[in-house]
């Protein structure tokens, strides 16, 4: 099968005044159709640009993003394409409009691309809501008479409405309870064994990437450091920041308590990253070699791939 | 002896009468720490709000007593809040750069706190600050002195705020969801200096969260909030070996990493807001087992050892 | 947070409640405009015409047969102030809604797009402001001729600025917001979120601004027809009134400026209180 999203050494720059601060410096990837790549790394690892650039919503410095054989950029332009990709957002509270209805919210796409009156619309907007497990009560409400998870059902209701191939789901779950975030998690996952849908799954939560997501790619300052099967990956973790990573994340251990062994030192600001290997600074097994290399992502297992130059 | 003890607060707002809180019990000793555990909504942050006198207008006391150390810290029949108990409570919060003066170096705020808290003269208030950035760990405390919270990154501003509760010395800390939007591997490295710093066994913690997890490795007991009203407290181990009330083992089962079993519940509690002006149980509108007799009344508390279940159907075997 | 959302559910925050016992200033204000409305609408059909003069009457006081007394050719100077309301305040609030409407479309517009567009329209702003509002639509009138339709144009772009600014800060954060790329991503174009959910989420503050700037536009559209500009006489308004009538204070007959005056400050006062209780109501 030829993967539905392929991300071909993407770069991101943004200017900072005269400044150029990379966001994402050289991003690749592909998913297949049906597939959840997670993208997992903590804040200024390009996770979130990354997303909008998969999502079309910003346009690649250098290299490029294609989906189903169109670049992205030309499906957000193209009105018979664009359906194809949509995205969930972070703040469910942002990413409606207070001012709009749940069901005016909903048929935005409808209305937008299909130019659909709010009659037929309404047609298709009911069973969207239902499939998110919303009623017809819920079509006169505003956002602010929503709950966190009820928000996010709105979200991904209107996602899902034009039957995109690709749903980028940035955060989904981050700004929702622990108890509402599970069945978020259930309810995007039914929905992707439904429809066959792909998704890049961006998150800082290891907890829900373990959950929802068939690959991982960590990132860590604008790079994949590790790409790997999901179980493999939290199984047996190669690169020495998804090795912290993971030994960060609390744990409910119900025999005894969770031994809190932080990784050290802070991620390097965007703008002053080290020549070599960027992660150096805070690594335990950091030698001479990994300030004079840049490690390359290279495969090193059925399926897994790794940049550092410590592995073996 | 509790270092802070709270007896059946009840918070209100004045222009309904809705009740935020309801019969909150808290009771900290010397040396422990102390989880208070809700999700959105459950009040947790009120509580806190409430023990540092900066509830929001239209938020009153109407029930309950409190003390900190001995002292009341609500006054009067209209439960007015004693500022003289402000320096024997210490805040870290969960935005660290709203916590300090934008506009200020951090020596300097550390030494006008010193100064004016601890009668310290400059120069040893000065070499106290650098001390305790040093304590929190900071290696390098003469440029974190030298720069503006907006320099330094939210962990090392959460490490300075953090320094500046140790400062005042006070009997009590709160710890309102302190590492909550810092980064995964930041929030561990603060969570294992606010354990280390707390080791000293001199303080009361009270460690506010909606992270069961970071609970399970940092508190010695838990009180699970919901709906401003407790529902279930006890040793840490106990509670996440053996949840008994129904909302307790609802918050477990939905931990990702959580093990399915024949009698999980969490299919079965109904997604809904907390009814705030709600008469009985707060709990009853999502609870599979909830009965007429938990729709009307509030549930009295079970206490059985070291354990207490706030439910009508469900105690402590 | 949840409890911040449940105070804000717990106060009155209808207008409705609030006209009934909330803000004294907007009760007062809402009242006076009432009653002038009121008489503007009925007193015309009363009262004798405004433009009849009525030779050997001139600069009477004010008595039982004229309550605001006479002017100098003899028209009955109450008759004359009534009949201005509805020009008044007409015009005012028309220039108000006008720029209202064309400032706030600017301000989304700029706010929303940036860049060179937002460059223009700040720079266009920034002229604007460098005139008061007043001298702007002298200026208008002396390029474009004398008339009341374009006196109006003038006060009308004098008085955008403040909505231009209001919803210009409004639009640049509401761009910031995940529902605006979401809004993209449903396959919405930049007039398509600017009409659609800029607009509507930017307009509150220029709306409550409306009433302050309508009281604002009464005194300069007076001001112009005192000196002569837009309302030309014989027609009834309140600057040309006070125009025609001020030289007579010097010998003491006050009355002839009082009246268009008092009522042209009733006017104002009511519209400058409604706007402060309506923000007051906004931000509370």
């Known amino acids: 099968m030829s993967p539905l999203l392929q991300v071909d050494d993407l770069v991101i720059t943004y200017m900072n005044g005269r400044r150029r601060v990379p966001a994402v410096r050289g991003v690749s990837f592909a998913a297949e159709p049906g597939e959840t790549i997670a993208l997992v790394g903590e804040s200024g ?32 332009r193209d009105p018979k394409l664009r359906h194809l990709v949509q995205m969930v957002f972070q703040h469910s509270d942002q990413s409606l409009d207070q001012m709009w209805t749940v069901e005016r919210i909903v048929a935005e796409p409808l209305a937008r691309m299909h130019r659909m009156r709010r009659g037929a619309a309404r047609d298709r907007v009911v069973p969207a809501l239902a499939e998110v497990g919303l009623g017809d009560e819920y079509l006169t409400r505003r956002p602010r008479d929503l709950s966190g998870g009820q928000a996010q059902r709105v979200a991904i209701a209107r996602a899902l409405i034009t039957r995109p191939q690709l749903v980028v789901l940035d955060e989904p779950t ?10 978020v998690l259930a309810l995007l996952q039914r929905l992707q064994n439904e429809r066959k849908m792909t998704y890049v799954f961006i998150s800082h939560d290891l907890a829900s990437v373990r959950r929802i997501a068939h690959r991982v790619a960590v990132m860590y300052l604008g790079r994949i450091v590790e790409v790997g099967p999901t179980a493999e990956i939290f199984r047996n973790p190669m690169h020495p920041y998804t090795r912290g990573l993971l030994e960060s994340e609390p744990r409910v251990t119900p025999n005894e308590p969770w031994e809190i062994t932080p990784m050290r030192g802070e991620t390097p600001s965007p703008s002053a990253i080290p020549t070599g290997c960027a992660f150096q600074g805070r690594c335990p097994l950091a030698g001479p070699q990994c300030a004079a290399v840049d490690p390359r992502l290279v495969e090193v297992a059925g399926g897994r791939l790794l940049a550092c130059v410590k592995k073996d | 002896m509790s270092l802070l003890a709270v007896d059946d607060l009840d918070l209100r707002i004045a222009r309904s009468g809705q009740t935020l809180l309801r019969d909150v019990t808290v009771s900290i000793e010397r040396g422990s720490i102390v989880g208070l555990v809700g999700e959105s909504g459950s009040g947790k942050s009120m509580f806190s709000l409430a023990l540092m006198g900066l509830l929001p207008d239209g938020v009153e006391v ?103 509760a140790l400062s005042v010395q006070a009997p009590v800390l709160i710890a309102d969801e302190p590492t909550t939007g810092l980064d995964v591997t930041i929030q561990a490295q603060i969570l294992l200096l606010l354990k280390e710093l707390m080791a000293d066994g001199d303080r009361a913690v009270l460690m506010v969260t909606h992270d069961l997890a970071v609970v399970s490795s940092m508190c010695d007991q838990v009180i699970i909030l919901y709906g401003g009203q407790v529902m279930e407290v006890g040793p840490t181990q106990d509670i996440f070996h053996d949840p008994v009330h129904p909302y307790t083992r609802f918050l477990l089962e939905s931990l990702e990493d959580h093990v399915p079993s024949a009698d999980d519940i969490g299919d079965r509690v109904t997604e809904s807001s907390v009814d705030f002006s709600l008469a009985g149980c707060r709990f009853a509108k999502r609870c599979p087992f909830s009965t007429d007799l938990c729709h009307r009344e509030p549930p009295l508390a079970r206490r059985s050892g070291t354990r207490t279940v706030n439910c009508h159907h469900r105690g402590v075997s | 947070m949840t409890t911040a959302r449940m105070l804000a559910s717990a106060r009155p925050r209808r207008l409705a409640r609030l006209c009934g016992r909330g803000d004294l200033g907007l009760r007062l204000g809402l009242l006076l405009l009432a009653v002038l409305v009121l008489i503007g609408l009925v007193g015309p059909l009363l009262l004798p015409d405004p433009n009849a003069t009525a030779a050997g009457q001139s600069l009477l006081p004010p008595g039982p047969d004229h309550l605001f007394g006479t002017d100098r050719y003899g028209r009955d100077l109450l008759a004359r102030t009534v009949a201005a309301i509805r020009l008044d305040l007409v015009l005012g609030i028309g220039v108000a809604v006008a720029a209202m409407l064309l400032g706030s479309l600017l301000g989304a517009v700029a706010g929303y797009l940036g860049g060179i567009v937002d460059e223009v329209v700040m720079r266009f702003t920034d002229a604007l402001l460098a005139f008061p509002g007043f ?72 709306l409550i601004q409306t009433t302050v700037t309508a009281g604002w536009a009464i005194l300069d559209i007076a001001a112009l027809s005192f000196l002569g500009v837009g309302v030309q006489p014989p027609t009834a308004e309140w600057g040309t009134m006070i125009s025609e009538g001020y030289s007579e204070i010097l010998t003491g007959k006050w009355w002839p400026a009082f009246f268009p005056g008092l009522f042209m400050l009733i006017a104002v006062l009511a519209f400058q209180l409604i706007g402060d209780g309506l923000s007051k109501w906004k931000n509370s």
Do not use: W
Request: net charge positive; proline share 5%.
């Open chain 1, 45 to 76: 690892c390009g996770k979130s640009s990354t997303a909008r650039a998969v999502a079309g919503l910003e346009a690649p410095t250098t290299g490029r993003v294609r989906m189903a054989g169109h670049d992205v950029g030309a499906i957000a």
């Open chain 1, 174 to 183: 981050a700004s929702l309870d622990q108890s509402v975030r599970s069945r």
């Open chain 2, 62 to 164: 109407s029930a309950g007593t409190a003390e900190v150390a001995g002292r009341p810290i609500f006054r009067g029949a209209s439960r007015s809040y004693d500022t003289a108990v402000r320096d024997r409570i210490a805040l870290v919060s969960q935005n660290p750069r709203a916590a300090l003066n934008p506009t200020m170096r951090i020596g300097k705020q550390m030494v006008r706190v010193l100064r004016q808290r601890r009668r310290m003269g400059k120069i040893q208030a000065r070499d106290e600050a650098r001390e305790l950035l040093r304590k929190v760990g900071i290696s390098d405390p003469l440029r974190v002195e030298r720069a503006y919270p907006h320099q330094l990154s939210g962990g090392m501003c959460q490490r300075v705020v953090i320094a500046m």
């Open chain 3, 135 to 206: 001298v702007l639509a002298l200026m208008v009138v002396a390029f474009t001729g004398n008339s009341l339709v374009f006196m109006a144009v003038g006060v009308t772009i004098g008085s955008m600025p403040h909505f231009i600014r209001l919803s210009r800060a409004r639009a640049l954060s509401e761009r910031e917001l995940d529902y605006i790329p979401a809004s993209k991503l449903a396959g919405s174009g930049s007039g398509g979120i600017i009409f659609g959910h800029i607009m509507p989420n930017t307009i509150g503050a220029p």
